[in-house]
């Protein structure tokens, strides 16, 4: 019997123990692609367990690729979770360094990958529609035929090449995000003035014309709508402190010395690129956040 050749005993107490060494040793795996499609270790913890509990609960005989069934899985949950995340307009702060796994070599999938690690991919990937986004994660990266992927989405493999091809020159154009903290925080600093005054053409000048706004509420797009959003808050922008949101810089309210709202960037070219706005207790809880 080969490594995903599954006993005949049902599903009793050997076969159990037998698929959870398998999926054990896939793991990892799953949960890169994962990672990439969802932005969040949490969520992608969430796909992975779900697609065990699909496969513990699943008639295993008919299973004749585990590696590659148990990635049609994820892909489908991963699917889903994007896209009611999008029907709720909802974003994940947290944009975490993915470990390196892909296919074996095969130069073109390393020099992508390369660019892969880090948050530069994970925040472009979060402009990608879902569609485009599985078709990207599987294929570029982790080598999934067409076909395969066409099967999640339920279109055909011309139509996923296509999506795939849309996706990857919005990847190839993205910049790695600026580390400089001394550079953030005067753009932050920026930032906070020209709100202070509801001064749009300030704010358009330090937002990246793309740039992304996030809240629970929603998602805003393009440095105009952003920049009116942001004079709209003028009074909050007038209590609001610089602070270190996650390790970049960014922006906190304090209600009786509490954090209340946190406002966490990502910087391009010297350029606010994604500005994620955190209010609910427990995003902000999550956050790694000091005062400066």
Do not use: K, Y
């Not at 499609?37 to 969430?46: F, I, K, Q, T, Y």
């Not at 296919?103 to 569609?131: F, I, N």
């Not at 990207?136 to 982790?142: A, G, Q, W």
């Amino acid at each position: 019997m080969n490594d995903d050749e599954f006993p005949n005993a049902g599903n009793d107490a050997e076969t159990t123990e037998f698929l959870a060494r398998r999926f054990e040793s896939h793991r990892s795996r799953l949960h890169a692609v994962a990672h990439r499609m969802l932005g969040s270790v949490a969520e992608a913890d969430d796909a992975v367990q779900e697609a065990w509990f699909r496969l513990s609960r699943s008639d295993t005989r008919q299973v004749d690729n585990l590696a590659g069934w148990l990635t049609t899985v994820v892909g489908r949950v991963c699917l889903d979770m994007l896209r009611s995340r999008r029907s709720r307009a909802e974003e994940p702060l947290e944009t975490t360094a993915p470990a390196a796994v892909t296919a074996p070599g095969d130069p073109e999938q390393d020099a992508l990958l390369a660019d892969s690690v880090g948050v530069a991919l994970l925040v472009v990937l979060q402009t990608l529609t879902p569609a485009e986004r599985l078709a990207f994660v599987l294929h570029d990266l982790f080598a999934v035929p067409f076909e395969e992927i066409a099967a999640i989405l339920g279109r055909t493999p011309v139509a996923v090449r296509q999506l795939a091809s849309r996706a990857r020159r919005r990847v190839r154009g993205a910049e790695a995000p600026d580390a400089d903290l001394a550079r953030q925080r005067e753009v932050v600093d920026a930032f906070l003035a020209a709100a202070r005054e509801g001064d749009l053409e300030g704010l358009v000048a330090v937002l990246d014309p793309d740039v992304l706004a996030r809240t629970e509420a929603g998602v805003t797009a393009g440095a105009a709508a952003v920049a009116r959003n942001a004079a709209s808050f003028a009074g909050l922008a007038r209590v609001a402190r610089p602070a270190l949101v996650n390790g970049a810089s960014g922006l906190v309210v304090l209600v009786d010395g509490r954090v209340e709202r946190a406002l966490a960037f990502t910087f391009v070219r010297s350029r606010i690129a994604v500005l994620d706005i955190a209010t609910d207790p427990e995003r902000v809880s999550r956050l790694d956040v000091s005062l400066v």
